[in-house]
């Protein structure tokens, strides 16, 4: 393995062309993070069409900085001027503006920079000790088991996503759908062409995330008149000199909040769906509960933004074991990737690790890159990022949308593909302005030909539609399903409700039922565990209640 | 489309039939949309502060009309003129009705959408390889 291991390293580090390439990734990352209105997801899409012509190690190394350099990116605009550059960042804004306000702005810059930095250096050490571990237990996995996956995957993103709970199902269940277009993978059967020849192919997956996701944005972003015509910030701050040392230091010291958040970050990354958005939130309320300055948070408290940006850098690595381990991408970002790699034939899966150690470990190794390369950039983007803002959104909307056309024409030549993106981007666009969300609809565009392929060899193996409900995993993962479709009214019932005491020793309970099914002696303990931890809910909260009825 | 889901073809291979998953996505997606439209109905409480069609103001979606426009005019015409010219001119006329008019401005947009175009365009034709639409205008040319 220490060979592989070195020479995924050597491809990287000894490589100037891929080294050149990820710098450049880094740079766009940060810009498009700083951006408001441009999000991570976008810059690494906005990436694709130029990893096409590269070798697929450089391709993912090229996105593995946008992805990186883009968490750093937001902190870098919610500093300077109070906005957070994308949703991964929102946190980051409540103590760090104010600290910048109160005349250190080059403190709050460091504490968050390398706050970014040591927590995306914790989930890459995690990600090398955890995908290769996660993968052996994939090989476990029967279709039966892979299809209820993609089930958890679909219902979780659907639930964490935000909103109405139907409406996030009708568009994972429409990004299915739009999956199903073509010939199928199993019998080579036209479905859903009406006579023309084009949709024989189906929908590539990238023009429909293009247009899903990028088309739509840069519609939605140009709506408004005035904000269009005027620059992308009306203050767009000051260059500040970086205080790198005393950051450090102090970062050291509240190495508890660091880990925590850091780990908060990368379990929020495995979930699929749940990216830096909801981690930094979550991080930043964990480390205002814990801290003993609680009513300094808001006030420039440095605990408040060592806690989201740790935990935001280390969601990237969280979202990575999973593509890594099961080939189901933890988020957006991840998608992407999965649809980059398949570009150059290769499906990840349990397996790929072992069929492809040396791009395997090259991810590692550039997601480690990525991030010192985030560290040295920061002064230099910060000077273009103060350029960037001046430009209006009309301007880089227009642009853009005739780059998303080359790129997408770019990936198989043909002109129906922009026609496809077209078509998606005004769907996007009307489905955000209803009030649907996208990311169930893109996984479920991902995730459809996987899903059908799985329940066609289920069934082909055998006719029994109860082995679904029968082997362990595949219980397991229902169980989850359920659990995260009812999640929503658990967080709206009132806090003390009937609902809402048994909905988590309930879901804990549930949960242990398929591992004590498995035969192994190290699940079977965690299975009675966790029985044990759902008894202990139920008793405290018959204590609670009686407490309160006495 | 469930009508449609009907008439795909069945090669007879054992296994599951290429009609069935769409089919069990396309029910569940009318399951979906029914339970949608009992809930709306039923959370209209107050008829009065119902918004009409009439009442939407359709000029919110003005900025966005116009990029539907000039993609289609953009992808309808790529043929005769080329990933080059007619990105030029997709810029420039988008540029154009989303940033306003007048000497000053077209300039600055026509500046912007040739140098940034043609950019692009060298990246792609030089440095990926990437063979773009040349188109007929040009050809003949």
Redesign the interface.
Known sequence: MIDVILQAFASIVFDPVTLGLMLVGTLAGILAGAIPGFTIAMGVILTLPFTFGMTAIQGLATMLGVFVGGFSGGLMSCMLTGIPGTPSSVATTFDGFPLVRSGKPGLALGLGLWSSFFGGMISAVILVALAPQLAFLGLEFGPWDYFSLIIFALTITVSLSGGNIVKGLIAGLLGLFAATVGEDEINGVARFTFGFDEFKQGFAFLPVLIGLFAFSQLLTDVEDDKRAKSPLMEKSGTLVRVEHRQAIAIILKRWINLFRSSFIGIFTGILPAAGGSISNILAYDQAKKASKNRSNFGKGEYDGIVAPEAANNATAGGALIMMMALGIPGDIVTAVMLGALMIHNIIPGPTFIQDEPLLAYGVFIAFFVAHFFMVGLQAFSLRIFLLVTKIPMYVLASVILAYCAIGVFALHNVVFDIWVMFFFGVIGYFMKKLGFPLAPMILGVVLGKLAELNLARATGISDDLLLFFLRPWSLFFLIMAVISVIFPFYQDAEKGSKFSNIYVPASVFALAIPLLFMESITRLIIALIMIGISFYFVYKSFIKNKALIN | ?IN??YY????G???????Y??RI??W??SI??L??LV?SFANIVDSINAVSFSQINYM?????LI??GM??I??TF??YLG?LLG?IL??FG??TF???FSIKKSTNHLI??VV??GV??S??TF???????EGELIRIW
């Open positions: 489309m449609s889901s795909i073809e069945d090669p291979y054992q296994g599951m039939k290429a009609s998953w769409p996505i396309l569940l997606l979906m949309s339970v949608m809930k919110q979606f003005k900025n966005a990029c539907f993609f289609i953009f992808l790529l043929e990933m990105g997709f810029v988008l540029l989303l940033g306003g912007i959408s940034t175009i692009m365009w990246i792609f440095g990926l390889k990437v063979i773009l639409p």
